[in-house]
Every structure is written in C-alpha cells, then in structure tokens.
C-alpha cells in the first residue's frame, strides 16, 4: 500500500485488479466469497484444497482441471450406485421369497 501512495500507476494497477477481481466473483455468482475474503474465501479455498487432495491420492486430480472428465467420472459412478442399489433390492427380495417358502 505504501508503494501505491508513493506511485499513482501502481494505484491504479491495484485498483484494476480489485475491480477484475470483482467481475470474477459476480460472474460466477461467487459475490459472497469477494465480499468477506476473510472469512468465506478463506474457507472456500481450504475445503477445495482438502478435496482436490483427497482426489490427488487417488490420482484423480486432473477431474478438477477438466469439467467433462468430472462430469464422465461422475455419471460413471452414479450408474454404478444405481446398479448397486438395484442388486440389494434384488437380493432383499430373494430374501423374503426364501423366508416365505420357508414359513410355508
């Protein structure tokens, strides 16, 4: 900030990157995380950091960089959480046809 005060251009190279800044944030309906960077950009940053690195170990990081690998990695595993659920509702009825035949 001193810098700013003693060179008028440095002043206005700051000010034109808040107002980038800014832009950003609005354009990607982020406002609340330019308003309190303290607090909510802080915190923003920190959990995305921990995530990407839990993707990182499994070297899944490059998900975060391209949106239709997430989207792929995402459809994938959601079909697979289908498939599952239907194989337990199947076998949950298998159970009970077997616990009838057995009560018969």
């Given at each position: ?51 990407r ?7 899944l ?36 046809a ?7």
């Open positions: 900030l001193k810098e700013a005060e003693r060179d008028p251009t440095r002043l206005a190279e700051v000010l034109s990157a808040y107002r980038q800044l800014e832009a950003a944030f609005k354009e990607y309906d982020m406002q609340e995380l330019f308003e309190d960077p303290e607090y909510s950009l802080k915190a923003f940053l920190r959990n995305h950091h921990r995530i690195a839990e993707f990182e170990k499994y070297g990081g490059y998900l975060f960089d391209s949106v239709p690998s997430m989207r792929d990695f995402l459809a994938k595993y959601k079909d697979m959480e289908d498939e599952l659920k239907a194989m337990k509702a199947a076998r949950a009825g298998e159970k009970l077997e616990r009838d035949a057995e009560m018969q």
